[in-house]
């Protein structure tokens, strides 16, 4: 299914990558980090922040086809072996412009990459906290469909809990699927304004 994502104020549209092939490992070995985003030699790459835990950070990389995927920047010091459970791992890679880069130039403490890099599938969704109307702000709408999906999904997500030591509400995804694909259904906006019928299942993404 393809979607719009927003790479820092410019729409593009992506599809998942459903692999990476060789000239994805040439860009990812040669990835560097400017303190915000990661950047790679081909300037049609696009990257995208996603969040940061206590062991690494997420960013969505676009190639110059439109495919995207995701690249989990560890910190090994504290990493714990949070698992994309029920998804792809497209493969491990080290990353020498990566190692010894703080997440936060400005931090004392904190993520500090040590140049393991894992590129695993993208999912498009959001976190188990909140389901909103339109991805591009609040809504009064949020409440109401975040209330009704954790009302139909929420038997699945009890399981996850009694499974898994740590699971919250953002590492869990509400994951929004194509309107023919199994999941609960759901009207929503999309960035470009439009409303679209889709179906919404879990994925979590960071469990131990």
Same mark, same amino acid.
């Given at each position: 299914? #393809?979607?719009?994502?927003?790479?820092?104020?410019?729409l593009?549209?992506?599809?998942? #990558?459903?692999?990476?092939?060789? #000239?994805?490992?040439? &860009?990812?070995? &040669?990835?560097?980090?400017?303190?915000?985003?990661?950047?790679?030699?081909?300037?049609?790459?696009?990257?995208?922040?996603l969040g #940061?835990?206590?062991?690494?950070?997420?960013?969505?990389?676009?190639?110059?086809?439109?495919?995207m995927f995701v690249l989990e920047v560890i910190d090994e010091r504290t990493y714990l072996n949070g698992r994309f459970v029920g998804g792809a791992y497209f493969g491990d890679?080290?990353?020498?412009?990566?190692?010894?880069?703080?997440?936060?130039?400005?931090?004392?403490?904190g993520l500090r990459f040590t140049g393991l890099v894992k590129a695993r599938q993208w999912v498009h969704?959001?976190?188990w906290a909140r389901f909103p109307w339109r991805p591009d702000r609040r809504s009064r709408l949020d409440g109401l469909?975040?209330?009704y999906l954790r009302l139909v999904l929420g038997g699945r997500y009890e399981r996850y809990r009694?499974?898994?030591?740590?699971?919250?509400?953002?590492?869990?995804?509400?994951?929004?699927r194509p309107a023919g694909a199994k999941g609960a259904p759901v009207l929503a906006r999309d960035l470009?304004?439009?409303?679209?019928?889709?179906?919404?299942?879990? &994925?979590?993404i960071d469990l131990r």
């Open positions: 299914m #393809a979607v719009l994502v927003d790479f820092d104020g410019e593009l549209e992506v599809v998942a #990558a459903g692999g990476l092939a060789a #000239a994805h490992t040439a &860009q990812i070995r &040669q990835a560097v980090y400017d303190g915000r985003l990661l950047r790679f030699p081909d300037p049609a790459w696009r990257c995208a922040y #940061a835990g206590e062991e690494k950070a997420c960013f969505g990389v676009r190639d110059g086809d439109g495919r890679h080290r990353v020498p412009g990566l190692a010894g880069v703080p997440k936060s130039a400005r931090a004392t403490v969704g959001h976190e469909l975040t209330g009694r499974r898994y030591s740590d699971v919250h509400e953002r590492n869990v995804m509400f994951e929004v470009s304004g439009r409303i679209r019928l889709v179906r919404v299942g879990l &994925q979590p």
